[in-house]
């Protein structure tokens, strides 16, 4: 049976009535929104055939377990676009490109590294099942669409599924604030999966020994590291630059 669960916000309800509209159940409205925004989203709704209830913003406080929902919220089916990653690395036409997120417990951090996935045209984002955030209704909401777009995949065992993307000729390249390499000074291998660890943290032991290599983002400033999402966005956009040079 599929899994229901409830999104907010404009950004990710929107998106998801563009391009899934079939997944929305019905759509909860603050009654008392009349602006443009909100009409938009009942021309749509209406456009999709997609049921929509006009509430009291205390019900959709209660729904979404928070009072930052813009009014909006929307009880949706998870999407099942691929079973396994194995599945979505054999339908792929061009080299791989994806981004493993090692513990990210921010759903902030995760909602923004899926916006720079689908930015940067990554295949997937990988995260382990374990000490990690999952995809609820905030990643949503900060994802603005992204949770929808890019392939997510939860792993019971993050080593091994490294170990297992090697085999398949993956290149792993990790983010290390004491890595000998600089980004902007290696040659960007692709198929590629790039391996960003938790906020503070860094990677485990374990999955910084899978990679095949380490690089540093070269920094000019006095902070010492950056958000992972903003660290993301750099590293997937050096991969593009080279991939687009080529």
Same mark, same amino acid.
């Given at each position: 049976?599929?899994?229901?669960?409830?999104?907010?916000?404009?950004?990710?309800?929107?998106?998801?009535?563009?391009?899934?509209?079939?997944?929305?159940?019905?759509?909860?409205?603050?009654?008392?929104?009349?602006?443009?925004?909100?009409?938009?989203?009942?021309?749509? &709704?209406? #456009?999709?055939?997609? @049921?929509?209830?006009?509430?009291?913003?205390?019900?959709?406080?209660? +729904?979404? !377990? *928070?009072?930052?929902?813009?009014?909006?919220?929307?009880?949706?089916?998870?999407?099942?676009?691929?079973?396994?990653?194995?599945?979505?690395?054999?339908?792929?036409?061009?080299?791989?490109?994806?981004?493993?997120?090692?513990?990210?417990?921010?759903?902030?951090?995760?909602?923004?590294?899926?916006?720079?996935?689908?930015?940067?045209?990554?295949?997937?984002?990988?995260?382990?099942?374990?000490?990690?955030?999952?995809?609820?209704?905030?990643?949503?909401?900060?994802?603005?669409?992204?949770?929808?777009?890019?392939?997510?995949? &939860?792993? #019971?065992?993050?080593? @091994?599924?490294?170990?297992?993307?090697?085999?398949?000729?993956?290149? +792993?390249? !990790? *983010?290390?604030?004491?890595?000998?390499?600089?980004?902007?000074?290696?040659?960007?291998?692709?198929?590629?999966?790039?391996?960003?660890?938790?906020?503070?943290?860094?990677?485990?032991?374990?999955?910084?020994?899978?990679?095949?290599?380490?690089?540093?983002?070269?920094?000019?400033?006095?902070?010492?590291?950056?958000?992972?999402?903003?660290?993301?966005?750099?590293?997937?956009?050096?991969?593009?630059?080279?991939?687009?040079?080529?």
């Amino acid at each position: 049976m599929a899994h229901a669960q409830y999104i907010f916000g404009f950004h990710a309800i929107t998106s998801r009535l563009r391009q899934h509209p079939d997944s929305i159940r019905e759509i909860y409205l603050d009654a008392s929104r009349k602006d443009q925004r909100a009409r938009d989203l009942i021309n749509m &709704a209406e #456009t999709a055939s997609t @049921r929509l209830i006009l509430c009291e913003p205390d019900r959709l406080d209660k +729904i979404t !377990g *928070t009072t930052r929902h813009q009014g909006v919220a929307a009880h949706v089916t998870k999407l099942h676009q691929y079973t396994t990653l194995d599945d979505l690395l054999d339908g792929l036409t061009e080299p791989a490109l994806l981004l493993v997120l090692d513990g990210i417990k921010d759903p902030h951090n995760l909602g923004a590294c899926l916006r720079v996935a689908d930015a940067f045209g990554a295949h997937a984002v990988v995260v382990p099942k374990d000490r990690a955030v999952g995809l609820s209704a905030t990643v949503h909401k900060v994802a603005s669409g992204a949770a929808d777009t890019v392939p997510f995949f &939860a792993v #019971t065992n993050l080593a @091994r599924t490294l170990r297992e993307l090697k085999e398949m000729n993956i290149w +792993i390249a !990790g *983010t290390a604030a004491d890595a000998p390499d600089t980004l902007d000074s290696v040659t960007l291998k692709r198929p590629i999966a790039w391996v960003l660890g938790a906020e503070g943290e860094g990677m485990r032991r374990l999955t910084r020994e899978t990679c095949d290599q380490l690089v540093r983002i070269p920094m000019a400033g006095s902070i010492e590291s950056l958000n992972v999402s903003v660290s993301a966005g750099i590293c997937l956009f050096e991969t593009f630059r080279q991939s687009s040079k080529s």
